[in-house]
Structure formats: structure tokens, C-alpha cells
């Protein structure tokens, strides 16, 4: 029986963790494998779940960022693991793990700043602002070369992107998908009913992350009800407010709910007329496929990511322009026709995703191939 490490210990926020959940979730079906998993404390829940399985262990750590870690390569805790545990092949979701383990090494790629240069996130820097993004790029393409030999990504895109900046490496795509919760009803939670509003509800489930540039809808909501005057619309926001502070005049139109669990996000779905998505940067958004599952029509960023892991099954704006943004939102709730062709496209480009179960079977796949090479080279 092999043993593998599923490494989460890096992971703090975001989409990340709905992805490690997912994954994670799906080892009990693997009862010819043994998996260590070590979880960092923002995956409590997730930890809770899977400790029943039979054929997992969990461990609870959070890598710290140490001399050792960040400039060696090495932690102690999870080396003993490697030893104790006879770990032959370890399963990073999302990289740089800042740990070079001692076996084979499979690591999850999610750092578009690293491969899309071009977008209009950075051409907003100022001059010094550019100078740190360049030299944090730096470390982390050196960090994410140093800790692995093996990497997937969730876009084609993405992977060709990382060939040409990593020349050395194996690379493949398996795409993100929504979490398994979407598909099982019984188990989402109802805590979160939305304000009564006689409009049109935008929902963006989402860190505030720059990149995701949310103050946008401050200036789409100005444009909005300078050209359509009794055209009412708010924005829905799973981050605080005090995250992103609105003109005291527009506060009407924004709802802040907070960080959310991922059972209660089918229930905010079901209260949303349109999934506003304004990201800049992005291997892959589980807000896209989360919309389509759940027939709300998608307006988002014409950028070539976005494109790429929507095709037809999305209104598309020019990625800063506020009045496209406007014009976008205003196009998908007037014209229900239209908004329903999305819809429809929507449901049937879910089918060209992975999907969770599939996600994990190529995963667990490849972290078995790595692991037996890994055992024939050491035989010879």
C-alpha cells in the first residue's frame, strides 16, 4: 500500500481552499492508498470531514515562513512526516509549498501574475509599485522551481503559459470545478437571506484580492444610474465592508455578508440574478463553473483566461471600463432571452471542466506514477 501526503499547510485564502476541500473529500474512494494530509488551521472543517476516513490521516500544521522553509527548502515536522510515515510521493494543491520534500513532488499551480505580464492589473501600478511586483515574481518563480519537479494547472492557458517559464518541468491541466456541496441540496445551509430589493442582485463570491478589482462597482453602479435612471442594482459581496468602504449615498446597493461557508453559497446563488466577476487575473475562478451550475448568467472581464474557461456561457466587457461594465450588466438584465442563452451555454460548458471526481482521479494518478518511478529508480 502507498503512502501519500496531500500538502495543505500553505494554504491561508481562497479559492485554494475550496479546492483542497474538494480533494480531500474524495480520498475515502482511494482504499489502496494511505493518505498523510496536513491541514492548516483554515481547514478545520475540512479536517473535521475526512478523519473518518479509514485510509487517512490527518495532521494539523501551518508551515511557517522560517530561514529554513523559504531559503532551504526544509521543514522538520514535515520531513519526520516523509520518514516516519514512509511517504513515497506528496500531492501539493497549491504551490509554492516553500518545502522541498525528499520524494517525488507533485504541485498545484495557481500564480497568474507569474504568467500574464500583460494584464491591465499591472499596467495601473505606479513605478515603485512595478518594482515590488517584479521582485516578488522573482522569488516566487524561484520558490515554485525550487520545491517541485512535477506541476498541474486549471487552464490549458495557464499550463502553456508555465511551459515557457518553467522549460524543465512536467506539466498538465486538470481543470477547478464547483465543490461536491452544489450537487448535494440536503446539505446547504439557508443562514443567509438577503435584504429585500426590488432590482437586479450582482453576486461575487469572492475574496477581495486587488486583483479581483471590486472597487469597479463603485463606479458601475454611477454609471448605471446616470444612463438608466430607474434601473436599480445592487452588488453582493462575501468580504466585509470595511474591506472595500462605498460613498455613504451608494451604501443601498451593497451588501457585505462576510466571509462564507461553502454551504451557504448555493443559497446565495439562488438569491442572484447575475454573477459579476471583474478579475484581471486568474488561472481559473470556481465562481464561474459555480454560476453555471446553478443558472445564473455570468458578466465578466474580456481577457483571455476568462474567455478560455467561459467560451459562449458569458457577457463580456472591456476588463477596466466601468460603463462596458455597466452596459454589460444593464444587456444581461433586460434581455432575457439573452440572459438565458448564457445560462444554456453555461450548462453545457460544465461538461468541458473536470469535474471534482474526475479532479481527484487524475490527481491521485499522477501522484501513483511519480511514486513508482520514484520506487523503480531507487530499486536500481
Same mark, same amino acid.
Given at each position: 500500500?502507498?503512502?501519500?501526503?496531500?500538502?495543505?499547510?500553505?494554504?491561508?485564502?481562497?479559492?485554494?481552499?475550496?479546492?483542497?476541500?474538494?480533494?480531500?473529500?474524495?480520498?475515502?474512494?482511494?482504499?489502496?492508498?494511505?493518505?498523510?494530509?496536513?491541514?492548516?488551521?483554515?481547514?478545520?472543517?475540512?479536517?473535521?470531514?475526512?478523519?473518518?476516513?479509514?485510509?487517512?490521516?490527518?495532521?494539523?500544521?501551518?508551515?511557517?515562513?522560517?530561514?529554513?522553509?523559504?531559503?532551504?527548502?526544509?521543514?522538520?515536522?514535515?520531513?519526520?512526516?516523509?520518514?516516519?510515515?514512509?511517504?513515497?510521493?506528496?500531492?501539493?494543491?497549491?504551490?509554492?509549498?516553500?518545502?522541498?520534500?525528499?520524494?517525488?513532488?507533485?504541485?498545484?499551480?495557481?500564480?497568474?501574475?507569474?504568467?500574464?505580464?500583460?494584464?491591465?492589473?499591472?499596467?495601473?501600478?505606479?513605478?515603485?509599485?512595478?518594482?515590488?511586483?517584479?521582485?516578488?515574481?522573482?522569488?516566487?518563480?524561484?520558490?515554485?522551481?525550487?520545491?517541485?519537479?512535477?506541476?498541474?494547472?486549471?487552464?490549458?492557458?495557464?499550463?502553456?503559459?508555465?511551459?515557457?517559464?518553467?522549460?524543465?518541468?512536467? &506539466?498538465?491541466?486538470? +481543470? #477547478?470545478?464547483?465543490?461536491?456541496? =452544489?450537487?448535494?441540496?440536503?446539505?446547504? *445551509? /439557508?443562514?443567509?437571506? %438577503?435584504?429585500?430589493?426590488?432590482?437586479?442582485?450582482? &453576486?461575487?463570491?469572492? +475574496? #477581495?484580492?486587488?486583483?479581483?478589482? =471590486?472597487?469597479?462597482?463603485?463606479?458601475? *453602479? /454611477?454609471?448605471?444610474? %446616470?444612463?438608466?435612471?430607474?434601473?436599480?442594482?445592487?452588488?453582493?459581496?462575501?468580504?466585509?465592508?470595511?474591506?472595500?468602504?462605498?460613498?455613504?449615498?451608494?451604501?443601498?446597493?451593497?451588501?457585505?455578508?462576510?466571509?462564507?461557508?461553502?454551504?451557504?453559497?448555493?443559497?446565495?446563488?439562488?438569491?442572484?440574478?447575475?454573477?459579476?466577476?471583474?478579475?484581471?487575473?486568474?488561472?481559473?475562478?470556481?465562481?464561474?463553473?459555480?454560476?453555471?451550475?446553478?443558472?445564473?448568467?455570468?458578466?465578466?472581464?474580456?481577457?483571455?483566461?476568462?474567455?478560455?474557461?467561459?467560451?459562449?456561457?458569458?457577457?463580456?466587457?472591456?476588463?477596466?471600463?466601468?460603463?462596458?461594465?455597466?452596459?454589460?450588466?444593464?444587456?444581461?438584465?433586460?434581455?432575457?432571452?439573452?440572459?438565458?442563452?448564457?445560462?444554456?451555454?453555461?450548462?453545457?460548458?460544465?461538461?468541458?471542466?473536470?469535474?471534482?471526481?474526475?479532479?481527484?482521479?487524475?490527481?491521485?494518478?499522477?501522484?501513483?506514477?511519480?511514486?513508482?518511478?520514484?520506487?523503480?529508480?531507487?530499486?536500481?
Amino acid at each position: 500500500m502507498s503512502i501519500f501526503i496531500i500538502n495543505c499547510s500553505n494554504l491561508k485564502a481562497g479559492g485554494g481552499l475550496q479546492v483542497a476541500d474538494s480533494i480531500c473529500r474524495q480520498l475515502f474512494k482511494y482504499k489502496s492508498h494511505r493518505f498523510v494530509v496536513v491541514l492548516s488551521k483554515f481547514l478545520n472543517k475540512t479536517a473535521e470531514s475526512i478523519q473518518k476516513y479509514e485510509n487517512v490521516e490527518v495532521c494539523n500544521y501551518d508551515i511557517p515562513n522560517s530561514f529554513n522553509s523559504i531559503v532551504l527548502g526544509r521543514d522538520k515536522y514535515l520531513d519526520e512526516l516523509v520518514k516516519s510515515k514512509n511517504v513515497t510521493a506528496v500531492l501539493t494543491v497549491f504551490g509554492p509549498s516553500r518545502w522541498k520534500p525528499s520524494v517525488p513532488h507533485l504541485s498545484g499551480f495557481a500564480l497568474p501574475q507569474l504568467v500574464i505580464p500583460e494584464s491591465p492589473y499591472f499596467k495601473r501600478m505606479d513605478r515603485m509599485e512595478k518594482i515590488k511586483w517584479r521582485l516578488w515574481c522573482k522569488i516566487r518563480k524561484w520558490s515554485l522551481k525550487r520545491s517541485a519537479d512535477y506541476f498541474w494547472t486549471e487552464n490549458e492557458y495557464i499550463t502553456q503559459r508555465l511551459s515557457d517559464l518553467i522549460k524543465t518541468k512536467e &506539466l498538465t491541466t486538470v +481543470t #477547478n470545478y464547483y465543490n461536491q456541496v =452544489f450537487d448535494e441540496p440536503e446539505k446547504w *445551509i /439557508k443562514s443567509i437571506k %438577503l435584504p429585500q430589493f426590488d432590482g437586479i442582485t450582482c &453576486l461575487s463570491v469572492s +475574496t #477581495n484580492s486587488t486583483h479581483k478589482n =471590486f472597487p469597479i462597482t463603485i463606479e458601475v *453602479i /454611477k454609471k448605471l444610474f %446616470l444612463n438608466h435612471p430607474n434601473f436599480k442594482v445592487r452588488f453582493v459581496f462575501t468580504f466585509d465592508v470595511d474591506e472595500m468602504p462605498v460613498p455613504r449615498e451608494l451604501a443601498s446597493n451593497f451588501v457585505f455578508v462576510g466571509k462564507v461557508d461553502v454551504r451557504e453559497v448555493p443559497y446565495l446563488y439562488e438569491q442572484a440574478d447575475i454573477m459579476f466577476m471583474p478579475s484581471l487575473l486568474e488561472c481559473f475562478t470556481a465562481t464561474y463553473p459555480e454560476a453555471m451550475k446553478m443558472g445564473v448568467p455570468i458578466v465578466t472581464t474580456d481577457l483571455e483566461f476568462a474567455r478560455g474557461l467561459c467560451g459562449e456561457a458569458a457577457c463580456y466587457y472591456s476588463a477596466v471600463d466601468a460603463s462596458a461594465a455597466a452596459d454589460a450588466i444593464y444587456k444581461v438584465s433586460t434581455n432575457k432571452e439573452y440572459a438565458q442563452q448564457l445560462i444554456d451555454n453555461g450548462k453545457k460548458q460544465l461538461i468541458t471542466y473536470d469535474n471534482y471526481e474526475q479532479r481527484a482521479s487524475k490527481l491521485i494518478n499522477m501522484v501513483e506514477v511519480i511514486s513508482k518511478k520514484y520506487e523503480r529508480d531507487k530499486c536500481e
